[in-house]
């Protein structure tokens, strides 16, 4: 696997190292030593799966708060999404920004969520499904979201979104008590070493 850094501290794009001839390929998703070796533990907990059917789909942005706090590392299996990261980490020096890229069947690209940021996602494509490795399980006392919307973080998204749940339509404007971000405070020191 090759990981190269987002700019938001602790996250990472992951590219699979392919090795392939006539037959096709094989290509290692996950190693225990080689996230680690990259400054990128996981402890898998869940893998979850999504599919959507429409291009234009939005999805997020979601998170769990400490002690229920998650990474995730999200891969698109079949069509294309523009995958997005927010830092609410207040002790991080990306606190409020957001990186988005491409993922798809096609790449075959990884993104490495880490604890403390929300995660979200827009269909490019129809027919789309993604894998969710998670490094906690789901809890519903501590899941939170930030509006996709929110002119707090100004998401700039690749397209107005078609389907959007009424959940995740309705989560308030950013508010540091109600999305809980102290519970992050320690995240950014703790567990990001020199990148926090």
């Not at 294309?80 to 988005?100: A, E, V």
């Not at 604890?115 to 789901?138: F, N, P, Q, R, S």
């Not at 540091?176 to 990001?192: D, K, M, Q, S, Y």
Request: net charge negative; charged share 25%; hydrophobic share 40%.
């Amino acid at each position: 696997m090759m990981f190269r850094k987002t700019g938001l501290v602790g996250s990472s794009l992951i590219d699979l190292d392919i090795k392939g001839d006539d037959r096709g390929f094989f290509a290692r998703v996950f190693c225990d030593d080689e996230f680690r070796r990259a400054d990128l533990p996981l402890n898998i907990a869940q893998i979850n799966t999504t599919w959507s059917a429409r291009a234009g789909t939005l999805r997020g942005m979601h998170y769990q708060l400490e002690p229920a706090a998650e990474i995730k590392v999200v891969r698109c299996i079949r069509g294309s999404i523009w995958d997005c990261i927010l830092d609410l980490r207040p002790n991080s020096k990306t606190f409020g920004k957001w990186f988005g890229e491409v993922l798809s069947a096609q790449n075959r690209r990884m993104m490495y969520v880490p604890k403390g940021c929300a995660h979200g996602l827009m269909t490019l494509t129809d027919d789309v499904e993604i894998i969710y490795l998670m490094g906690a399980a789901y809890s519903p006392a501590h899941e939170r979201g930030v509006r996709w919307n929110d002119p707090y973080f100004a998401i700039v998204w690749p397209n107005e979104p078609i389907e959007l749940s009424a959940k995740d339509a309705a989560w308030p404007s950013f508010d540091p008590v109600f999305h809980g971000i102290e519970t992050f405070r320690n995240l950014a020191t703790e567990e990001l070493g020199s990148d926090g």
